[in-house]
Each structure stands twice: as structure tokens, then as C-alpha cells.
């Protein structure tokens, strides 16, 4: 009964460093998300997966890279990370149009 | 600027009070979302509401979706502390994207 996981948990990295935050899920929804949250302006989404191989941008996907070559895994890049890069990180899956959240990456960008 | 407002942002009360917070917006949505997400921990959908007027309970959670599909209330009856947490509403469009409120800061002091 994992769900929805993500690694690592907690990352603090130097700015124009390449990051990389795993997303795994156990139950092969076909939609996946990433989103970030920040003080003042909620969930953002980044990005999504329509499925293995389908990715399109969401609202604010600029600095990000995501891929998708297997269904219940969903990375999402930073090629260089940047100060205002840092957040806290959520991956989700839906189905059913209900989302399932996986607990959240806090990166720090110094 | 944010699609989806939450009022209000912060709510402090004592144990066994009522509360109502909102979530208001100039866009028609085709259903309404709430979640509960506590500190370190990704967001947890409560209930999706999907007809204008409409009106769902969860134990002492009411859910209600306004008329015109614009706007939505969480009415919590006598809190308890475990009810503390960030309450965040989600309005679905017609094609699936989902937008997020910056959410409402619940703390229920015993």
C-alpha cells in the first residue's frame, strides 16, 4: 500500500547544480503531476503525464525538465538550479479525477 | 495572480467553535475540490462537488458548491484540534486542468 513516493525527502543544493526528484507510484494511474508550493501562492503545476511518454507543460515549467519511459515513475529535472527554485515539490497521480499526492521534496537552492 | 481566492488565509479558534472559509473565483468550473494537507505531508482530497447548489457532508465537514459553479464553502461544526491543518481548494475546468487556492491556515486550539 506505498501509493505514491518521493525521493529524496529532503535536498539542498548550490545554485547552477543539476537536481534531480524521483517520483514513484505503485497503482499505474495514467496521469502524473508535478507541482510546487510556495507561501502566498499554493500548488503550481510544473508539469504532467498523460501516460508513458506523453508530457506537456503546465503553468510554470520554465527551468524544469521531466520525462516519462515507464508508466509508474515520473523525474522531474532542474538543469541549473536557481534561489528561486526553492520549494517544496509534490508529485500526484490521478484517477477518476480524484489526485493522490505523494509527501512532498523540500529543496533548497543556496 | 491568483485564480482561486481563500479566505481568509489564517483562522485561529478554540475547541468547539464553528468556522466557515471560502474559496471564490470569476471562472465557472465544472467541479470544485477540497483538500486537507498537514505539516510535512502532501494534500488530501476531502470531496469533489460537481452541481451547482450542491451540498456534501463529511461527519461535521459541509461542502458547498454555489450556484453559478463559481465559488465553494467548507462550514467545519465544532472543531476539535485535529481538525488543524491547510485546507485547499482545487476548481477543475472543462478540459481537466486543475488550479489550486493558496489555502486556508485552520488552527484549533484546545
Known amino acids: 500500500d506505498a501509493g505514491i513516493t518521493q525521493s529524496p525527502r529532503y535536498k539542498i543544493t548550490e545554485t547552477g547544480r543539476q537536481v534531480t526528484l524521483m517520483c514513484h507510484q505503485t497503482?499505474?494511474?495514467?496521469?502524473m503531476f508535478w507541482y510546487r508550493q510556495d507561501l502566498g501562492h499554493g500548488l503550481r503545476l510544473i508539469y504532467y503525464?498523460?501516460?508513458?511518454?506523453?508530457?506537456d507543460k503546465g503553468e510554470v515549467p520554465d527551468g524544469y525538465v521531466v520525462s516519462r519511459s515507464k508508466t509508474e515513475n515520473f523525474p522531474l529535472t532542474l538543469e541549473s538550479a536557481t534561489r528561486s527554485q526553492t520549494s517544496v515539490y509534490f508529485c500526484?497521480?490521478?484517477?477518476?479525477?480524484?489526485?493522490?499526492f505523494g509527501p512532498g521534496t523540500r529543496l533548497t537552492v543556496l | 495572480t491568483q485564480l482561486l481566492e481563500q479566505s481568509p488565509q489564517f483562522l485561529s479558534i478554540q475547541e468547539g467553535e464553528n468556522l466557515t472559509v471560502y474559496c471564490n473565483s470569476s471562472?465557472?468550473?465544472?467541479?470544485l475540490q477540497w483538500y486537507r494537507q498537514e505539516p510535512g505531508e502532501g494534500p488530501v482530497l476531502l470531496v469533489t462537488?460537481?452541481?451547482?447548489?450542491e451540498v456534501k457532508k463529511l461527519k461535521r465537514l459541509t461542502f458547498q458548491f454555489g450556484d453559478a459553479r463559481k465559488d465553494s464553502s467548507l462550514h467545519i461544526t465544532a472543531a476539535q484540534p485535529g481538525d488543524t491543518g491547510l485546507y485547499l481548494c482545487?476548481?477543475?475546468?472543462?478540459?481537466?486542468?486543475?488550479?489550486f487556492g493558496a489555502g486556508t491556515r485552520l488552527t484549533v486550539k484546545p
Open positions: 503525464s498523460a501516460a508513458a511518454d506523453i508530457t
Open positions: 497503482w499505474s494511474h495514467s496521469y
Open positions: 482545487a476548481g477543475v475546468y472543462n478540459n481537466n486542468d486543475m488550479r
Open positions: 462537488v460537481v452541481t451547482g447548489g
Open positions: 500526484a497521480s490521478r484517477l477518476a479525477g480524484s489526485q493522490y
Open positions: 471562472s465557472v468550473f465544472s467541479s
